[in-house]
């Protein structure tokens, strides 16, 4: 077995624990106002610029450990359920040309992913509290999807021009130079 560390071994894992820490704050800071968190515009930045499995372990450890904070419940699963979908959802999308080069279809998928994230997590609760009437228990809630698309919106349009000008950032982001993303 290879247990060689390298320099970009260190640099991803220290990103990697840098983007759990921002979510988890971000989380933390925006908690009075409901549904607005810059955590699914992050992950979904990761998943754009460093692939599926580092958004699925960034949105899975943000949850446990904001759940650590706010109070461990069935809830975190169920959350940790609609991360794992939004990934895989974005994932594929993201992977269209069409979608990559418009500014304006990758903040759809922004938007889009609060109401995807909304209708999820009805789904998993709706099975867990063992409801009778799903339509209902969900239209309860899309005031709240409402809010959450328009929130990842905003952080998408404020994070988006930031991480891709300051090189640090885009470093964090993707885990990989700058130089290398202004020669492509």
């Known amino acids: 077995m290879n247990s060689t560390v390298t320099h970009e071994n260190v640099r991803r894992i220290?990103?990697?624990?840098?983007?759990?820490?921002?979510?988890?704050?971000?989380?933390?800071?925006?908690?009075?106002?409901?549904?607005?968190?810059?955590?699914?515009?992050?992950?979904?930045?990761?998943?754009?610029?460093?692939?599926?499995f580092d958004g699925i372990l960034i949105s899975s450890l943000t949850m446990v450990i904001t759940g650590m904070y706010f109070g461990m419940g069935h809830w975190v699963i169920g959350q940790i359920i609609c991360y794992v979908v939004l990934c895989l959802l974005s994932s594929m999308l993201f992977r269209v040309k069409f979608i990559q080069k418009s500014k304006l279809l990758t903040a759809s998928v922004f938007f889009l992913s609060g109401i995807?994230?909304?209708?999820?997590?009805?789904c998993v609760e709706y099975k867990l509290f063992g409801f009778t009437a799903f339509l209902p228990y969900y239209l309860a809630g899309i005031s709240f999807d409402?809010?959450?698309?328009?929130?990842?919106?905003?952080?998408?349009?404020?994070?988006?021009?930031?991480?891709?000008?300051?090189?640090?950032?885009?470093?964090?982001?993707?885990?990989s130079s700058f130089e290398n993303k202004r020669k492509r």
């Open 146 to 175: 409402v809010l959450q698309s328009i929130g990842n919106l905003l952080f998408f349009l404020l994070l988006s021009p930031i991480l891709m000008k300051n090189k640090y950032f885009y470093q964090f982001i993707s885990g």
């Open 14 to 52: 220290t990103s990697t624990a840098i983007l759990i820490a921002i979510c988890v704050v971000g989380r933390v800071l925006f908690q009075f106002i409901p549904s607005v968190q810059p955590v699914t515009s992050i992950v979904l930045l990761v998943v754009m610029y460093r692939g599926l």
């Open 116 to 122: 995807v994230y909304g209708f999820v997590i009805s």
